[in-house]
């Protein structure tokens, strides 16, 4: 007769049989599970179906990926890469494994062993972009532009339309000075669809660099559209537009600038500039006087209100804020020229001579400076050596019809009537149609050589 007492010890064993019997089958149901609650994105549920899995099964490679994978759902990244190292012993060909670790790795900024762990995807799998892609990542914060640039090129040959590999690439041309090309890679992100205000953020820096100032307004204007705008953005596209010489488009992107900042001193600059070159010159001298009192020691400022004044016939004025801009830089060759046609204006030629000759002591290559010296000569009857300054400045500028004219008017005036008619001829040659006038009065018996 059986004891009773074995009872309980054979139904013991029996279940301690059946629970290895049936462990791996037990395994892979809480792994289902877990599958399925990661897939609903309820990834701290998953990560104990997981541990319920592995607790019936720890050889199972791909139950360690699937809590780490769960793991990095939520934040905890040392412990995710704990289970990925599991999943890597467990099962080491599997690149998956690889290049989830490496991406934990880069979560952690353990850049090191990311690229390590890239670097083994790509041994094992050469042809698995993600790999190249992070890796080229990394890189590119490291600033090694040229590996990075290799790797993204990688990944472009694997998938022509991956567009982000584009932009990164276009930043790696950018730093190393490959400034179209990183135009070409950041256009071609955008015709992939990224349109988004980074790649136009970056193509605008680029686009500046090879001066492509037209296609550069337009990224503006989409970064404007994008961003609602922004005082630096208008000023940024107001400036290009002064560039390409878009007077009546750079006024309003600067006057956006002045609304929100009435101290923004370069837009107000370039708005006077603007207004000048169009000109608006009692906007522009307004303009222009605003700047010097926010700076007023820049003789560029000085000079520029000093020209605004002398458009407007202000030359007193004038005379005092060009001798400012001259106290302030003394080797100002444009001022001192300047300066002696304000004097030559009020008729006040020997001022006038000096200061010419003070802007051509500093430029002796300046030919409108030896130009209006001879036209104050010329006043003074001092045709001989008003002679001698036109010549210089034909000298410098063969195209110079203007100084040609006057200096056949010296010619005429000391009696050399046939040098002076030849002057006559080539000023009218030139497109000056006030030479006709004299060839009619002076040249009837000087015909032209």
């Given at each position: 007769?059986?004891?009773?007492?074995?009872?309980?010890?054979?139904?013991?064993?029996?279940?301690?049989?059946?629970?290895?019997?049936?462990?791996?089958?037990?395994?892979?149901?809480?792994?289902?599970?877990?599958?399925?609650?990661?897939?609903?994105?309820?990834?701290?549920?998953?990560?104990?179906?997981?541990n319920?899995?592995?607790?019936?099964?720890?050889?199972?490679?791909?139950?360690?990926?699937?809590?780490?994978l769960?793991?990095?759902?939520?934040?905890?990244?040392?412990?995710?890469?704990?289970?990925?190292?599991?999943?890597?012993?467990?099962?080491?060909?599997?690149?998956?494994?690889?290049?989830?670790?490496?991406?934990?790795?880069?979560?952690?900024?353990?850049?090191?062993?990311?690229?390590q762990?890239?670097?083994?995807?790509?041994?094992?799998?050469?042809?698995?972009?993600?790999?190249?892609?992070h890796?080229?990542?990394?890189?590119?914060?490291?600033?090694?532009?040229?590996?990075?640039?290799?790797?993204?090129?990688?990944?472009?040959?694997?998938?022509?339309?991956?567009?982000?590999a584009?932009?990164?690439?276009?930043?790696?041309?950018?730093?190393?000075?490959?400034?179209?090309?990183?135009?070409?890679?950041?256009?071609?992100?955008?015709n992939?669809?990224?349109?988004?205000?980074?790649?136009?953020?970056?193509?605008?820096?680029?686009?500046?660099?090879?001066?492509?100032?037209?296609?550069?307004?337009?990224?503006?204007?989409?970064?404007?559209?994008?961003?609602?705008?922004?005082?630096?953005?208008?000023?940024?596209?107001?400036?290009?537009?002064?560039?390409?010489?878009?007077?009546?488009?750079?006024?309003?992107?600067?006057?956006?600038?002045?609304?929100?900042?009435?101290?923004?001193?370069?837009?107000?600059?370039?708005?006077?500039?603007?207004?000048?070159?169009?000109?608006?010159?009692?906007?522009?001298?307004?303009?222009?006087?605003?700047?010097?009192?926010?700076?007023?020691?820049?003789?560029?400022?000085?000079?520029?209100?000093g020209?605004?004044?002398?458009?407007?016939?202000?030359?007193?004025?004038?005379?005092?804020?060009?001798k400012?801009?001259?106290?302030?830089?003394?080797d100002?060759?444009?001022?001192?020229?300047?300066?002696?046609?304000?004097?030559?204006?009020?008729?006040?030629?020997?001022?006038?001579?000096?200061?010419?000759?003070?802007a051509?002591?500093?430029?002796?290559?300046?030919?409108?400076?030896?130009?209006?010296?001879?036209?104050s000569?010329?006043?003074?009857?001092?045709?001989?050596?008003?002679?001698?300054?036109?010549?210089?400045?034909?000298?410098?500028?063969?195209?110079?019809?203007?100084?040609y004219y006057?200096?056949?008017?010296?010619?005429?005036?000391?009696?050399?009537?046939?040098?002076?008619?030849?002057?006559?001829?080539?000023?009218?040659?030139?497109?000056?149609?006030?030479?006709?006038?004299?060839?009619?009065?002076?040249?009837?018996?000087?015909?032209?050589?």
């Amino acid at each position: 007769m059986t004891k009773k007492w074995l009872y309980p010890l054979i139904i013991l064993a029996v279940l301690i049989v059946l629970f290895f019997l049936f462990r791996p089958k037990f395994g892979r149901m809480s792994y289902n599970q877990a599958v399925a609650l990661y897939d609903s994105s309820l990834f701290q549920q998953a990560v104990e179906k997981y541990n319920q899995a592995l607790w019936f099964d720890d050889t199972k490679a791909q139950y360690f990926q699937g809590k780490a994978l769960a793991l990095d759902s939520l934040g905890k990244y040392k412990r995710a890469v704990n289970n990925y190292t599991q999943a890597i012993r467990l099962d080491s060909s599997h690149a998956r494994n690889w290049l989830y670790r490496g991406l934990t790795f880069a979560a952690l900024d353990e850049t090191g062993s990311a690229i390590q762990d890239f670097t083994r995807v790509i041994e094992m799998e050469p042809e698995m972009k993600d790999a190249h892609y992070h890796r080229g990542l990394i890189l590119l914060n490291k600033k090694a532009y040229d590996k990075a640039l290799r790797d993204f090129s990688r990944v472009i040959e694997l998938d022509s339309t991956y567009a982000d590999a584009y932009f990164k690439r276009g930043a790696c041309y950018r730093e190393i000075g490959e400034k179209q090309k990183a135009v070409d890679d950041y256009s071609r992100a955008l015709n992939l669809g990224m349109d988004n205000l980074n790649v136009y953020q970056q193509r605008v820096k680029a686009l500046s660099d090879v001066k492509n100032y037209s296609q550069a307004i337009k990224d503006y204007t989409r970064i404007i559209e994008l961003t609602g705008g922004s005082g630096k953005l208008y000023y940024q596209r107001g400036y290009l537009h002064f560039l390409l010489n878009e007077y009546k488009q750079a006024v309003p992107d600067f006057t956006r600038v002045l609304e929100n900042d009435a101290t923004h001193r370069d837009a107000r600059y370039y708005r006077a500039h603007s207004y000048s070159e169009l000109s608006r010159y009692e906007r522009a001298m307004k303009d222009f006087a605003r700047v010097a009192e926010l700076d007023p020691n820049d003789p560029k400022v000085r000079f520029n209100l000093g020209l605004a004044k002398m458009h407007l016939g202000s030359f007193r004025e004038a005379r005092q804020i060009l001798k400012k801009a001259t106290e302030l830089k003394e080797d100002y060759d444009r001022a001192f020229f300047l300066l002696g046609m304000t004097c030559a204006n009020l008729q006040e030629h020997g001022n006038a001579i000096q200061h010419y000759s003070r802007a051509i002591g500093l430029d002796s290559t300046y030919p409108q400076a030896y130009y209006y010296r001879g036209v104050s000569k010329g006043v003074q009857n001092n045709h001989k050596s008003a002679i001698s300054d036109y010549s210089r400045a034909i000298s410098l500028d063969s195209s110079f019809a203007m100084a040609y004219y006057n200096r056949g008017i010296s010619k005429v005036a000391l009696n050399n009537f046939g040098r002076g008619c030849q002057d006559f001829y080539k000023a009218l040659d030139l497109g000056y149609g006030e030479a006709k006038k004299m060839i009619q009065t002076y040249c009837k018996n000087h015909p032209k050589e």
